[in-house]
């Protein structure tokens, strides 16, 4: 009886405690940090949808509509029901025996049989609860990914994170080692001999308390281990075996290899595959290989050598040596390492006697051919296996019994041991051989030689190679056959979500896997919060453009530096530059070094280069986002690659992102060997299949994910805004737009014009900054920031907090306010005025006339409540100074910046008014209480509602802040020349800061040269 309360007891806390979530999505309770968005909830209906029924999905949801959170939660409260279910039907299973009895259970049982369908079974069910495995392409995504679970209310499930032991080993000795392979032996010798001390410790601590509470990513589980003095590598391994969710890179899923390494069982299990913009190409990657004729030397070496020791320990033996090496445990003999040498001497034969008929493209073979050529070493299925064991034995031989870590050997024969892994990982089925030889291809090639310098003359020349060295690729073009091997071991569904899987009907069909269930989620930002642009055109009218017959084209690359300065100047805080490739990005920073425009930007913007490698790219990404902060810049440029390090998972929300420059289409290289054949590839599935995607389709696709993904780069959350500019002619093509991704298709605009797009972005940025709420940084910009006379910056000061909603539709409350100074809404009780301000616009004028040392400062300015009537509530009783004149000097105009031109009915305009204004500005007043008013009278007049509230909040940051740069920035906006009120920006003179007066005079006269 004890036992049966005890039972009913714990399905009832169960109930109550899944009853707690927020939503309900497909009969699941789903809880959520907070109240999802209609497109979160539609995302998640999808995914549990995928699980209950044991279907497959490709999912897209752009960055920033909380993606990885969705997947989360919705997949783990699947998880929890699910469980639930199993545990009532296991406890129903043994209550309903006959000796046990109980109507109560045989009721319970009943309706959880109606609430799944009627698809339980008592008598045939399965019992095992899944796992769900979270796999993404990086140890860094799977960071974020945890960090994302840690806040939801599933954080007390278990869960760990799988690495290598590059990331993982805290040996002193082992983790000091360069190279991968020496490590695993290492960490191999040392734990068959229980020499390590954190592997010996991992027994004794997997069931530590605070690794059941806490979710550990790989950098918490390395801490743990150096506190607990455990190893993490073996640990999170232990950690696995009771995990509900298991985090891992989604290679070690996809390489069949890397499953058995890590002991990965998915039978059963959920995958889901997060980022799987790249998945197609990781699984051509890990079905494919490539060995040459110098690794099957080096093979023949380090098996040689391992006899040469073998002898000498026989030799010692013969001696009575007693400090011989014969302590030294081998798990081969002298046999198997004369098989072995024979079976590669033999191999060696067979490619050397291989001829190449195309030496230039070198020659291309079915892809059984691999079984043809191995078989002349008669290597053949059923003697794998045998011969990867000894190889593997002996390469653990080489590597551990070496001192030195630069002597150490064995690389080449487990490089050998993964190609037979590879090769013979299908078995030995009919189906499997005629996949090859539809899926694969074997490519021969000459291994290039390495070429002798000119200057090392004392070097003898090299005698031409009797056999050439050859490289056989065995390369797999359909990352189907790697996702169908994974769908035979079992799994219950596969999810295959990303923010750029645009257009879905090519990426499914590539996959080669049933897809029942899909999703072009559309994104939670709405239109005026991105800004999208074709840019045909630099500021020089030189057409963009950087295919491979025009990216050396100097004047190409002298216009795209200036488009990239102008920009800089223009675009506030971060901007991300992202180049087809890392040659195309190393050729332009050379160009643009040599000829003065890399400092030009320089000088506007910090700039930070991706480096082409890892090392050192942390502390590149880490200084760039502290430029970002730094009050005395700009902000700062980051210059990229698509495909790179910077364009995968990396955050640039809101100032460390406020626009991204794609430069070029970033095509695949039209000419390599692997290219090529993959699009022969798919033509020949095209003659079958008329659906299938064609070579030059696919070309095309991969082009614009690599842009889909670095555009993602940017807008990371719903309050988040910024400008895409895509340089590049080629993008205004109607067949490139269709494939960019689904919410961004109804935003692109396109401009041949340089003008035109500055004056686009200047105003999406100004309408950005006083709409959306802007982050609370700590620093803030100089008050005595520089202005550019060249080209005023559009950059916007970071410390506003509280941003108000502005919309042209919309009328705009809770104006924020600094100290007396307070604007309310523009009401119809303005017009009443206009009349009145008609009348006293000749006062106006003359009021402008009056300069003091003292300016009246508009913080004492305060608007009355019946919004019409401007008081000084402040008196100033400093003298009047005569006015200074303004010193016109010859400006040399910038030749890279374009500014729209006017008509000759706007110059006609602003020559009378400034006329007008030159006349009044003669006479002298200096009554300024009575010119703050009518100012600000003519001001409302001339401006729109939202104009005006812009003017406005201008004023507050300037009193405040002081940052002229800005200021200037808005009015030039505000009182342009094409407006006809750039007599009004003329008259601000009389409000500026004493200190920033000389600067806004040579700014007026630069602008009236420019654009008259």
Not at 330 to 342: I, Q
Not at 414 to 420: A, H, I, N, P
Not at 858 to 874: A, H, M, P, V
Not at 913 to 941: C, H, M, P, W
Request: charged share 25%; proline share 4%.
């Amino acid at each position: 009886m004890l036992i049966f309360y005890l039972f009913y007891l714990f399905i009832f806390c169960l109930e109550k405690f899944i009853t707690m979530p927020d939503v309900t999505i497909n009969n699941v309770i789903v809880s959520f940090p907070f109240k999802p968005y209609p497109i979160q909830e539609e995302y998640m209906a999808k995914v549990i949808e995928c699980l209950q029924n044991n279907k497959n999905g490709v999912l897209e949801s752009p960055t920033g509509t909380g993606k990885t959170l969705s997947l989360l939660c919705s997949s783990l409260a699947w998880l929890l029901t699910k469980k639930a279910q199993l545990q009532a039907q296991s406890l129903i299973g043994a209550i309903e025996k006959p000796d046990f009895g109980g109507h109560f259970f045989k009721q319970l049982n009943n309706e959880l049989k109606e609430g799944a369908g009627n698809s339980v079974s008592v008598n045939n069910f399965n019992w095992t609860p899944p796992k769900i495995i979270y796999a993404s392409r990086t140890h860094s995504q799977l960071s974020q990914a945890m960090q994302e679970l840690k806040r939801t209310s599933y954080k007390h499930l278990s869960a760990t994170v799988l690495g290598s032991r590059d990331q993982l080993c805290i040996h002193p000795e082992i983790s000091k080692e360069t190279n991968s392979l020496n490590k695993i032996y290492m960490c191999h010798s040392k734990v068959k001999s229980k020499t390590c001390f954190y592997y010996n410790n991992v027994e004794n601590r997997k069931g530590d308390h605070f690794f059941k509470q806490e979710i550990l990513d790989i950098e918490d589980l390395v801490k743990a281990g150096q506190k607990f003095k455990c190893c993490p590598y073996f640990l999170s391994k232990e950690l696995k075996q009771n995990a509900d969710i298991v985090f891992m890179p989604y290679n070690y899923l996809l390489d069949s290899k890397s499953r058995r390494t890590q002991g990965i069982d998915i039978q059963n299990n959920v995958i889901l595959l997060d980022e799987a913009h790249n998945i197609e190409k990781t699984c051509e990657e890990a079905a494919s290989l490539q060995i040459c004729s110098t690794d099957i030397a080096m093979c023949i070496d380090e098996i040689t050598a391992v006899m040469e020791d073998m002898a000498s320990d026989i030799e010692e033996q013969n001696d009575f040596s007693m400090e011989s090496s014969t302590n030294t445990q081998k798990d081969f003999t002298a046999e198997d390492l004369c098989v072995l040498k024979t079976m590669f001497l033999e191999l060696e034969k067979a490619i050397d006697a291989i001829e190449i008929l195309k030496h230039d493209e070198g020659d291309t073979l079915p892809g059984g051919y691999i079984f043809e050529l191995l078989g002349k070493a008669q290597l053949t299925h059923g003697k794998e296996q045998l011969v990867i064991e000894k190889l593997e034995k002996i390469a653990f031989y080489l590597t551990t019994t070496s001192t030195s870590p630069f002597t150490r050997k064995g690389n080449a024969l487990q490089k050998f041991s993964d190609l037979l892994k590879t090769v013979f990982s299908t078995g030995n089925s009919v189906r499997y051989k005629e996949k090859i030889e539809e899926c694969y291809k074997v490519y021969i090639q000459l291994e290039e030689q390495k070429k002798t310098k000119q200057n090392e003359v004392w070097e003898k020349k090299k005698m031409p190679l009797k056999n050439e060295s050859k490289v056989i690729s065995y390369w797999c073009f359909s990352p189907g056959f790697s996702m169908q091997q994974l769908m035979d071991q079992g799994i219950r569904s596969v999810i295959l979500t990303s923010g750029t899987l645009s257009p879905l009907k090519p990426f499914i069909s590539e996959l080669g896997i049933p897809i029942e269930i899909q999703l072009e989620n559309s994104h939670i930002v709405k239109g005026d919060q991105i800004c999208v642009s074709v840019l045909s055109q630099g500021p020089d009218g030189y057409l963009l453009n950087s295919s491979f017959n025009t990216r050396n084209d100097p004047k190409y690359i002298a216009s795209l530096g200036r488009t990239v300065f102008n920009f800089s100047c223009l675009i506030p805080h971060g901007l991300l530059v992202f180049f087809p490739s890392y040659p195309i990005m190393k050729k332009c920073k050379e160009e643009w070094q040599n000829a003065g425009v890399w400092t030009k930007i320089a000088d506007r913007k910090p700039i930070y280069v991706e480096p082409q490698y890892k090392n050192g790219f942390i502390n590149v990404m880490n200084e760039y986002y502290q430029k970002i902060k730094d009050p005395s810049c700009k902000g700062a440029i980051f210059m990229a690659v698509c495909r790179g390090k910077v364009s995968e998972g990396l955050d640039f929300a809101n100032a460390n992102g406020r626009a991204v420059l794609i430069t070029g289409l970033p095509f695949p290289p039209l000419k390599d060997a692997r290219v090529i054949l993959k699009q022969r590839y798919l033509e020949e599935i095209k003659k079958r299949d008329k659906e299938a995607l064609s070579g030059q389709q696919w070309y095309q696709l991969e082009a614009s994910r690599a842009v889909n993904q670095a555009i993602g780069r940017i807008i990371r959350h719903k309050n988040d805004y910024g400008a895409i500019i895509l340089c590049d002619c080629r993008f205004d093509n109607p067949s490139f737009k269709k494939h960019l991704s689904t919410w961004l298709r109804p935003h692109i605009k396109s401009f041949t014009s340089f003008g035109i797009i500055v004056k686009e972005l200047k105003d999406f940025f100004r309408y950005a900054e006083y709409t959306f709420p802007q982050p609370n940084l700590t620093n803030v910009q100089s008050a005595n920031s520089h202005v550019s006379l060249l080209a005023p910056s559009a950059s916007f000061d970071t410390k506003v907090s509280r941003a108000v909603k502005v919309t042209s539709k919309q009328k705009i409350e809770n104006l924020p306010t600094e100290d007396n100074f307070n604007i309310d809404s523009y009401t119809k009780e303005d017009e009443k005025d206009k009349r009145l301000v008609e009348t006293q616009k000749k006062d106006l004028f003359e009021l402008l006339k009056t300069e003091s040392k003292p300016v009246i400062n508009f913080n004492d300015c305060k608007l009355k409540n019946d919004y019409t009537i401007y008081e000084l509530t402040k008196n100033i009783s400093e003298p009047v100074t005569k006015r200074r004149k303004i010193k016109i000097l010859p400006i040399e105009v910038n030749e890279h910046l374009s500014v729209p031109s006017t008509s000759s009915c706007v110059d006609r305009e602003h020559a009378e008014n400034t006329k007008y204004f030159q006349q009044i500005f003669e006479e002298t007043s200096t009554d300024k209480k009575a010119l703050g008013k009518a100012y600000l009278k003519e001001v409302k007049r001339s401006l729109s509602e939202t104009d005006y509230k812009i003017f406005a909040k201008i004023i507050q940051n300037y009193t405040k802040i002081g940052n002229l740069e800005e200021l200037l920035d808005i009015l030039q906006n505000l009182f342009s020349l094409n407006k006809g009120l750039f007599h009004l920006f003329i008259g601000f003179k009389h409000f500026i800061k004493k200190q920033h007066i000389s600067v806004f005079e040579d700014h007026v006269t630069f602008i009236t040269n420019t654009q008259k």
